[in-house]
């Protein structure tokens, strides 16, 4: 199994109503991508200093499973989207 986090920060100037989409559009994933054993999306409740604004925790059976999710059409217009209203986005993913 594979375990894959992802986190935002968002640019100061993204409205609450855009930050809220993005968190929607990844909510939807598992229903478009069978390659997705578990996910979980939210926002940031401690709000620390060193503190992003959302994060992702999904796992997968495999990398090919990962892989499968990374290129899925759903997953990159998410994708594209977090990027776009981020200034800083990164990722972690390890095996469990």
């Not at 499973?65 to 059409?73: D, E, I, K, N, S």
């Not at 990159?76 to 390890?94: L, P």
């Amino acid at each position: 199994m594979l375990t894959h986090i992802v986190i935002w920060k968002y640019r100061a100037d993204v409205e609450a109503e855009v930050r809220e989409e993005h968190v929607r559009l990844l909510s939807k994933l598992p229903a478009a991508i069978k390659e997705i054993e578990s996910l979980q999306v939210g926002f940031d409740m401690v709000r620390l200093p060193r503190s992003y604004d959302s994060g992702l925790v999904a796992t997968f059976k495999d990398r090919a499973a990962l892989q499968a999710y990374t290129v899925h059409l759903e997953h990159v217009k998410a994708a594209e989207f977090g990027r776009k209203i981020s200034e800083h986005v990164a990722s972690v993913d390890f095996e469990i």
